[in-house]
Every structure is written in C-alpha cells, then in structure tokens.
C-alpha cells in the first residue's frame, strides 16, 4: 500500500447500515418505516458485515492485506440486502439466509478484483485498485482466494445453493469472456450485449434472490419469482448506468462523465447509434465516427457526451432501461403484498432513476 492511500477501519462499511436513520440505499429506504422488518433487516446487515470480515481472515499479511483492500472501501451491499429481502418475501430471514448474503457479497468482491485486472482501472470505490497497488498476479489470486472462501461458506448450505453458486460463477465467467470476445459474426450487437450483462450483472443478482428463497425454504413459485426479478433488475441497473454516463453530472452519478466512451466500453446509446449509423443514419454516423474518435482532450469529450446526450438514441436507451425495470417489478406481481415487497420493486424503480 501507498504511503499516500488512506483506507478506512476494519468494519467501517457496516456504517451505512448503524446510522439511526438507516440510511439505506436508494430504493430501499421503505425498510425503515417497518418497526418489525426494519430493525431485523439493520441488526442482519450488521452480522453480515461482521461474518464478511471474519471470512477473509488470513494467516499470511499479504493475502490478508489484498483480501480486506476492497472489503475496507465500503460498497452500498445491495446484494446482501437483496438477499435478506428475498428471504424476507418468502419463508423469513434465518441463519442460513445471513451465510448466504455472505457469499453473494465475496462472490461480488472477487469479481471486481478480477474486473480491475481486464479493465487495467486504477480507482475502485475511492481507493487504489489492487491490481494498481500490488500488481495483476496479486489481484488476480486475491480474487480467486476471496471466491475459494464463498466457495468454503456456501458448501455447507446444501447442494442446491452449491449449484446455485457454481452455475451463477460459469455465467460471470461467461459473461466476461462474451465481453473480451466480442459479438460472433453476424450477431445482433444490442442481443449480444444484453448476453453480456446478464452473465456479468444479473446472474449474480438472481443468485441473491435464489439463495434468499431457498434457504429460506420458500415455495418453488417464489424461488423462480425472485430469480427471475433479481435478473431483470441486474440488467435495468447496467442499462441505466450505461445512460447516466452520458446524461448526469460527475457530482451525482460519482463519475467522469463520458467515462465509458473515452476507454471504448461499449454501451447501450453507442449501440443503438451504431445500428442506426449501419442503416444509413448519416448524423449518427457522424456522431459515431467523432465518438472513436480521439477524447483524451476534455472539452471534446465534454462535446461528444452533450451531442450524444441529446441524441435520439439516449431516449430510447432510457426507455429500454425502464422497460426491464418494469418487467422486474411485474415479475412480483404474484407475491404477497409485505414491505419487502414493496422494497424490491422500489428499488426496481430506483436503479433507473439514478440520474436526478
């Protein structure tokens, strides 16, 4: 670690969930007003926090050190908490539940230490990323120690939830590899990126709402239900990001915008205009060429992410967005109606409304 690189306290994370006002995320601030479900919810996260913490213990300092680097930035936990309201919608929050939330959090953790390696990024959630600090190799081992220890929690939950674990690892993998790879020949771009994030983003996700309902033993309707939901919603969340990096201000979405389109990521507006270029849209051609074009200059980047801003397509991407997020939340229709109902589909609502 850098001499000049502050990270916080062991633990300090679990401060967004001790405030007395729970402060939780965007979307699921409906918890707090439950005086039986919100205390529940604010006492597991608590738990949970601890158990991440003990889980990466380990006996060498560097390991140790790498594996707590992340853990210490913080993160919203959105996936633990998805779990915990997943169980909350089903058979009720249990043990089982908390070691579940557990894994879905490593499992998230090890894929960022992996991310950061594909992505050569030097920041993750305020600090130094660790492939910046100690190299690829470490990072990379880190990730795979990190994933070893989910591994470790979620064998002793039963064979299903290990399937879970297993399948949801192929599709990040996959999901990665479609990404580095690139669409096949003759491939929809918009159809193959969608493959992406689904394996990169939502399968993830769905395993939250899995692990919830199953170890929760709720019935299988739900188990499907809340796979289903946390698929779509892992989608609308990336699709909305992809967005809101060309519509919000740095100060609110907490990046450079623009971002995605100085590193070339492809993204659902460059998408839709490159399609729209490829059927003889000469403005979107135009706008595509100056977009591959060279924006290492900030204002020119600042230009190209005003023009295509107003472009057509950033409408469209908008409504594709809130499209999965409507059909997240029409996905718990059947459901009970309960707070942690009302929760997911409010954060369903939130994930594309991020830019205000």
């Not at 623009?258 to 993204?267: F, I, K, N, S």
């Not at 997240?328 to 109606?337: H, K």
Request: aromatic share 4%; glycine share 8%; charged share 25%.
């Amino acid at each position: 670690m850098t001499d000049t690189q502050q990270t916080p306290e062991a633990g300090s994370s679990a401060s967004l969930f001790l405030d007395t006002d729970l402060k939780l995320p965007k979307g699921f601030e409906i918890i707090a007003q439950d005086e039986q479900l919100g205390p529940q919810i604010l006492e597991s996260l608590t738990e949970i926090e601890e158990r991440l913490s003990r889980s990466v213990n380990q006996t060498s300092r560097i390991a140790d050190v790498a594996s707590r680097h992340l853990l210490q930035a913080g993160g919203k936990r959105v996936r633990p908490l998805l779990t915990l309201l997943a169980a909350a919608a089903g058979g009720g929050i249990n043990d089982r539940v908390l070691d579940a939330a557990v894994v879905v959090e490593l499992t998230h953790l090890a894929t960022l230490y992996h991310d950061d390696v594909m992505d050569d990024a030097p920041k993750r959630r305020g600090v130094d990323t660790a492939q910046n600090i100690w190299g690829n190799s470490v990072a990379i081992l880190t990730g795979d120690l990190i994933f070893s220890r989910a591994s470790l929690i979620v064998s002793e939950l039963g064979s299903r939830a290990l399937a879970v674990q297993a399948q949801t690892f192929e599709r990040l993998v996959l999901g990665q590899l479609f990404e580095t790879t690139g669409p096949e020949h003759g491939e929809d771009l918009l159809s193959h990126y969608i493959k992406v994030i689904e394996g990169k983003t939502g399968s993830l996700i769905a395993a939250a709402g899995s692990y919830g309902t199953i170890l929760s033993d709720s019935p299988e309707a739900t188990v499907q239900m809340l796979a289903r939901y946390g698929e779509l919603v892992g989608v609308a969340f990336q699709l909305a990001d992809d967005v809101i990096d060309v519509t919000s201000a740095s100060q609110t979405s907490g990046k450079t915008p623009g971002t995605d389109l100085r590193e070339g990521v492809p993204t659902l507006p460059t998408i839709l205009l490159q399609q729209e270029a490829a059927e003889g849209d000469e403005a979107a051609a135009a706008l595509l060429e100056r977009i591959r074009g060279d924006l290492s200059d900030d204002a020119e980047l600042a230009r190209v992410v005003a023009a295509l801003a107003e472009h057509p397509v950033t409408d469209r991407a908008w409504k594709i967005a809130y499209g999965w997020a409507d059909d997240a939340i029409a996905a718990l229709e059947p459901l009970p109606d309960s707070t942690a109902k009302e929760a997911l589909k409010s954060f369903a609502h939130a994930v594309v409304h991020r830019e205000a």
